[in-house]
């Protein structure tokens, strides 16, 4: 991109106050997003971009909200499940923790030999 022509997206018919951005570097806005796992990423915007409610985490990927108290949910791409299929995941779950602890010690059992 040469700096020259950095403003040539801008909107025609944005109106006069506008006009009096012409510096070199736009001002900008940063705004603040946070995500379930309370990290933040601050994206910057010009200052007449239309700002999303939400964002990307840039560490991990999770939806971050402008409200550090509320950050929004992690996605969730499963369909709806009962409370039936939580338990059954649930015991699903530790049964899988039980037999992966299982192997590593036979692993390392065998390891030791
Ligand atoms: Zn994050």
Request: hydrophobic residues 25%; proline residues 8%; charged residues 35%.
């Amino acid at each position: 991109m040469t700096g020259g022509n950095a403003i040539r997206g801008r909107r025609v018919g944005a109106g006069p106050m506008g006009e009096s951005e012409r510096g070199e570097s736009a001002p900008r806005k940063r705004v603040d997003y946070w995500c379930a796992n309370g990290h933040c990423t601050r994206p910057s915007f010009a200052l007449d971009a239309e700002v999303p409610e939400m964002w990307d985490c840039a560490r991990c990927g999770l939806p971050a909200g402008q409200d550090e108290e509320e950050p929004p949910k992690p996605r969730r791409t499963e369909p709806y499940k009962s409370h039936l299929a939580y338990v059954k995941e649930r015991r699903s779950d530790s049964d899988g923790m039980a037999i992966l602890e299982e192997a590593l010690t036979k692993l390392k059992a065998r390891k030791g030999r």
